[in-house]
């Protein structure tokens, strides 16, 4: 297995509603990572997890929450979102977070505020 | 702070042609340079990832080249195809840190 999977691959949501995006791996992954790409726009980076711990958080809103309960998931908590959140959520994995081997990334949730 | 900066920022050509894409790092300190293909609306798929120890990397149709010293990198894609229309980003990343460099990426189009 050579792919990271992201579910859903769309999501509608209100500002009020509380949802999760699921990422997973098993490749053996050691860091994974959360994105963030409007239209047009190179990927920004959320979240970094390293050895399953949080390294960076890219000065992310509290509305959105990044869990990992274990090496092979990552999870995206969305709670009292705003219209200007809709955007492609992607998610990625690195063999080890000194990147030598580069990046594997899934092929993205579109997520809708509305 | 690294900058990373992709030229041209759209690029139509005709059917079999060769191109290059362009890319290019202010910090030459990097750890590697990755290249990637991105689908409207998809997710980003691998295509090569260049060692900064290496001078280049080759998969099928697509060469990619490194020169640290000069902050440039360039993706050559032989006989173009329309199915090569897409997105195409560069990214760096710098060793000790846990996260890449994108550059904007150039919109490629093969016209038929």
């Known amino acids: 297995d050579t792919e990271v999977t992201q579910t859903p691959k769309h999501l509608v949501m209100g500002m009020t509603n509380k949802k999760s995006l699921k990422c997973e791996q098993h490749?053996?992954?050691?860091?994974m990572y959360w994105y963030k790409q409007k239209a047009k726009k190179p990927p920004e980076l959320m979240f970094v997890?390293?050895?399953?711990?949080?390294?960076i958080n890219e000065s992310v809103p509290s509305r959105f929450s990044p869990e990992c309960p274990n090496s092979s998931l990552l999870n995206l908590h969305l709670h009292a979102l705003q219209p200007e959140d809709s955007a492609l959520y992607l998610c990625?994995?690195?063999?080890?977070?000194?990147?030598?081997?580069?990046?594997?990334f899934g092929s993205g949730t579109r997520l809708t505020v509305v | 702070k690294q900058e990373v900066t992709q030229i041209p920022a759209a690029l139509s050509v005709p059917e079999g042609e060769n191109l290059v894409l362009n890319c290019s790092f202010t910090?030459?300190?990097?750890?590697?340079l990755q290249w990637f293909r991105q689908d409207p609306g998809k997710g980003l798929t691998s295509l090569l990832l260049?060692?900064?120890?290496?001078r280049e990397q080759t998969s099928g149709r697509l060469n990619a080249s490194l020169d640290k010293s000069s902050g440039r990198s360039t993706l050559y894609i032989a006989a173009s195809q329309p199915g090569d229309s897409a997105t195409y980003l560069c990214?760096?990343?710098?060793?000790?840190?846990?996260?890449?460099?994108f550059g904007k990426g150039t919109r490629l189009h093969i016209l038929p």
């Open positions: 997890y390293s050895y399953e711990k949080l390294s």
């Open positions: 260049i060692q900064s120890s290496q």
């Open positions: 990625a994995s690195s063999q080890n977070p000194t990147l030598f081997y580069g990046y594997t």
């Open positions: 910090d030459s300190a990097i750890y590697n």
């Open positions: 490749m053996g992954h050691r860091a």
């Open positions: 990214a760096v990343s710098v060793g000790g840190d846990d996260k890449i460099i």
